[in-house]
């Protein structure tokens, strides 16, 4: 294959379609709803930054003005804690608008994360929200189509194409030239969304424990391998069609089933497959396992009494108020340890189900270069399912530290002769409450999300060793008539 003849065809088709007024119309469209999109993107990213900071700052306030108190009772009071966005979420929100921002935490109890902006939000948002990336992964593939698909077509239908062979060119290289071409044609959409994806890199690198430059630089590969695939597709199609019509009507169809029916079918079937428990359902497993179990305020309870001998006679005393630390503090740290673990052990079962239910998506990326772009494209912005069970995780994590914490001052400050919570002498004092670490959101690790990300990396580089076989070895079973 001579390069310089796919160059040739390449500049000849660029420039043939640069020159086209419709599609000075079409970029500058889009380029108005990308600034559209980033700007509001950034402002409202912006916005919700400094509530979490101030929100959280607040409720670290509120915490620690506490006066002297009963260390369980301060565990009850409890705490708020707020997720922090990715920065890159401006550039793919993902899942980010159906899920909680803010979980309370408290001893015993695991609530679960509130306040996402779908719930606060008009049903509209259900339908998508508009971000860059989806200007990228559902608009552009279209303008692609629309741009290319009468790209061998109209050579065809001119008589141009047969000229074009018998002065030499193959047809492995017209294939080529073509899809260069309309890679540049398509770069000047798809290179505005990426200086937009690295003004948020370069101005957000004060965020901590981001990556955001590598998760940039990823991005913007895998973006350039989509579209690369897609050009590809493009010109496959229309060498394989006998007439433009022909050409369109098949990559419309292909757009329809690979990027809308197929993904919405996917979720539905994985719904129907892997039923999940409702929230009611949910807590209501967890109740009945904890009465099972053992409650441990129920001053009768079996279990606890069992625990409560195995006590005494370790220590060799007959009364709880006779042991060397308060029996009521331990006594919570026994229940919180079970609680836990139930909570613990129904919450994994909750996440395989959903992963079960992600499963059938996730194994179509091999037949959807669509559903590969946006995995990848959430993964590695950080606004994945992955990302935020790993946000629950964490706030489970500190939430069972401060409970403990909590437990462990009772045990140590509290007279085993106290009869309640109440009076001076059963409290302890609010400088303990400041002893509790800040929470602190750490973001999914960049490795993590490359290896849970591995399929669809395969399945992209799978796509584009197909079409590049297409080109090259099967291009001269292309009709040139």
Known sequence: MRNDIVVLIGKQFFKKTFYNKGLFVLLSLFLIVLSYVTINGWNAFEQHDHIVEHHQEKERQSWEDNPDKHPHRMAHFGSFVFRLQHPLSIFDSGIESYTGNAIFLEAHKQHTANFSEASLSTGLVRFGD????MLLQLILPLIIFFIGYSSVTSEKENGTLKIIYIQGASIKEVLFGKTIGLFLISALFF?????????????ETHTTNSSIILRSVLISVCY????????CITVII?????????ALLTLLGGWLLLFIIIPKTAQVVGNLMYPNLSKIEFRSVIENEVLKQGDSHNPNDSHFNKLRDSVLQAHKVNDVKDLPFNYGGFLMSKGEE?????????????IKTYKKQNS?????????????????SMGLSGTDFSTYTNFLLQTEQHRYMQSQYMNELQMKF????????EGKVHVVKKEYWKSIPKFRYEY??????????????????????????????FSNRFNII
């Open 130 to 133: 508009l971000n860059t990336a």
């Open 191 to 203: 290179i505005p969304a990426l200086i937009a994806l690295w003004s948020i890199s370069f101005l």
């Open 224 to 231: 350039l391998l989509f579209f690369f695939i897609l050009c």
């Open 238 to 246: 229309s060498a394989k069609s006998k007439n433009s019509n022909n």
């Open 338 to 350: 079970q609680t836990a673990k139930i909570y613990n052990n129904e919450h994994k079962k909750l």
């Open 360 to 376: 059938i998506t996730n194994s179509l990326v091999l037949i959807s270069p669509y559903l590969a772009i946006k995995n990848l």
């Open 414 to 421: 509290i007279s085993n002769k106290a009869k309640g919570s």
């Open 444 to 473: 999914i690790p960049l490795s993590k999300t490359i290896n849970n990300q591995l399929l669809t990396m395969v399945s992209l580089s799978i796509w584009l060793l197909v079409v590049l076989l297409i080109m090259t070895k």
